[in-house]
């Protein structure tokens, strides 16, 4: 018996035309990812990706049908217009959000586009497993593993996705989620997963579809209790684990199908989804383990009041801080999330241009992992037509601390904390820092006295060299830049 | 072919994507980290491949409903992925531009 048969029952195979057509997407694809690895090239990665992915979808009209016609001359009208339709709808629903978004709600977007991705596998796969138990049919071993990994996985992406995009979006709290015996119902779930999955393998013939639905609920359930107990800060992590989570469902969907485009694709993200995110984990020095089930951000209340040692913060109004600035030669500026949140990039622009009409010398040090997301602050910074010469990187302002007059850190907390480079028992230890603190004078420009992602307190904040500005970042930068114009 | 041929073959295809993957990604500088995640992001939308081939059959309502959505979440997927990502680099071009300035 021939598997091409068995396996689909639209004759949909492996080798034919439409594959030679995948094979040029992806090429596209694979060439992409390689320019993407050059600031100079990426866009131009991106466009070639974008047409390896119009190629792969073209040529499968042209995919061959249980009669051995192209996909596109047997496609009844009702067919025809729905796929034509979700597309258009898709296009359109895709493109505009996506040009109208505000820069600093990437993260989000990139989370809710990877749940639609997510969800579009599972959806594929639970397709194959009502359409093979209708018919009556025991698909072969592999697909039938394939088809259920894929929902499962798939699944979980989409709904950690969502919950990854509440988060950063904030319609939920950006806290960890933490209750009573949450690593045991986990547990729970996760089992029950994997019991449902064998008894439907078993089963075979006549695979239950209400086994099948009591699967994906569960996998549903575990994508959000897998995410709901990771802070808002460790959310870029999570969705690109998650973007790799979505990567290999296709490519199981790829097994179910036969068809190399899912197969190539699915394995290209998977793989270059896992390398990204262990490279954000190296950069927050923390281990993937760390991040997922730590619960990183619960405030530790007792480690408060030890950090400060009874000393309290000097506080600064902006028209002071004004004046610090105004009398300074050299000025570093550290953006953080605070900033980003605040969407205060061109505030601080006009703030440094301003600096700059006055002969002072200003730098930006943009630490690996600022902002939401790594790089995210470098985005931000361009948006704003901060020039690239001025944004430095960790390790080539640290040495430069030193001889710089003041330091103004906007929102930015555990990267700058001392703490990382001799603490042992802080959560942060070992983290690459901005070493802020050696320079003549910190403004630290912050909402409050609260901790940072990592549910540490700064000492930084009572040093003898620091000064506080409490307010928003964009609020304050504002009034420090009219406290200037008097100069 | 037969069967297990197949089988060695699609498997053979998955594997090599998969080292390809992690080996394209290697030295990625960390400025890169945010639009690369988002162009992988785009490229696992070629899911839409596999809702055109499972809405091409179908014949039910139902079936109706779940090609139809999977085309739907899938196009969003690369559609939006593209632009994010177009977007995000498009600032990089602006940089470089200020620095021939």
Redesign the interface.
């Known amino acids: ?4 048969a068995q396996a689909a ?2 004759g ?4 034919n035309w439409a594959d030679f057509g995948y094979l040029i ?2 090429v596209c ?2 060439l ?3 320019l ?5 090239t ?2 131009k ?3 070639i ?2 047409v390896g ?1 119009v190629i ?2 073209g040529v ?2 042209i ?1 061959p ?1 249980l009669t051995g016609d192209p ?1 596109i001359l ?2 009844k009208p ?2 025809m217009a ?2 034509l ?3 258009f ?3 359109v ?3 505009w ?3 109208k ?1 505000a ?1 600093t709600n ?2 989000q ?2 989370a ?3 749940g ?2 997510g ?3 599972a ?2 796969s ?3 497993f ?2 093979a138990s209708n018919r009556g049919e025991t698909p ?1 071993a ?1 697909q039938a593993i394939a088809t259920v990994l894929s929902v499962i996985i798939g699944t979980m992406s989409f709904s950690g996705s969502l919950i990854a995009f509440g988060k950063l979006q904030e319609l939920l709290p950006g806290r960890p989620f933490l209750f009573k015996g949450q690593k045991a119902v986990n547990a729970i779930i996760a089992l029950a997963i994997v019991v449902l999955a064998v008894v439907i393998l078993v089963g075979g013939q006549g695979a239950n579809v209400l086994l099948f639905s009591i699967l994906i609920v569960c996998a549903f359930a575990l994508g959000i209790l897998g995410v709901i107990p990771i802070g808002g800060a460790d959310m ?1 992590v999570v ?2 684990l998650l ?1 790799s989570f ?2 290999v469902s ?2 199981f ?24 995110t262990l ?2 984990c190296t ?1 927050m020095n923390r281990t993937l383990a760390n991040v997922l089930f730590a619960g990183v951000g619960v405030v530790v209340a007792s480690s408060g009041p030890s950090a400060f040692a009874g000393r309290t913060p000097k506080s600064y109004s902006p028209e002071d801080v004004g004046i610090l600035l105004a009398n300074a030669e050299k000025v570093v500026i550290v953006p953080g999330y605070g900033m980003a949140v605040a969407q205060a990039q061109h505030q601080v622009k006009e703030m440094a241009d301003k600096l700059a009409s006055m002969g002072i010398d200003v730098k930006y040090a943009v630490h ?2 600022a902002g939401r ?4 602050m ?2 931000l910074l ?2 704003a ?1 901060v ?3 001025q944004l430095y990187e960790l390790e080539d302002i640290n040495p430069l601390f030193p001889e710089t007059d003041v330091v103004l850190v906007l929102g930015a907390n555990d990267v700058v904390n001392p703490a990382a480079r001799y603490d042992k028992s802080s959560p942060i230890y070992g983290m690459p820092i901005l070493d802020v603190d050696k320079a003549k004078t910190v403004v630290v420009s912050k909402r409050g006295m609260g901790v940072g992602f990592a549910g540490v307190d700064n000492e930084l904040f009572v040093y003898d060299n620091t000064v506080m500005c409490f307010g928003s970042a964009k609020a304050t930068v504002q009034k420090v830049t009219q406290a200037l114009e008097k100069y | 072919m037969n069967d297990t041929l197949l089988l060695i073959l699609v498997v053979t295809i998955f594997i090599l994507a998969i080292f390809v993957g992690l080996e394209v990604i290697a030295k990625v500088p960390a400025t890169l980290h945010t639009p690369l995640m988002s162009a992988t992001n785009a490229i696992h939308g070629v899911i839409v491949v596999g809702g055109f081939l499972i809405l091409a059959r179908a014949e039910a309502l139902p079936m109706y409903i779940i090609g139809t959505l999977a085309v739907l979440f899938g196009t969003l997927n690369v559609v939006g992925g593209y632009v994010v990502t177009d977007r995000m680099l498009e600032m990089f071009k602006t940089k470089k531009r200020s620095i021939t300035k």
């Open positions: 018996m021939n598997l091409l029952p639209a949909q195979g492996l080798l997407g992806a694809f694979i992409a990812l390689k993407m690895n050059s600031p100079i990426a866009r990665g991106n466009w990706s974008a992915m792969a979808l499968t009209f995919y049908t996909l047997g496609l009702l067919n729905l796929m339709g979700a597309f709808v898709g296009i629903g895709g493109a959000p996506g040009r978004i820069m990437m993260p977007m990139v809710l586009l990877n639609l991705g969800g579009s596998v959806l594929v639970l397709y194959e009502v359409d072969p592999v870029p969705i690109s973007n979505t990567g296709a490519g969907a790829g097994f179910v199908l036969m068809n190399t485009a899912l197969l190539i694709g699915g394995g290209l993200v998977g793989a270059s989804g896992l390398i990204l490279l954000m950069a690996p992992v997301m790594p790089g995210h470098n985005v361009a948006e037509d020039p690239y010469e």
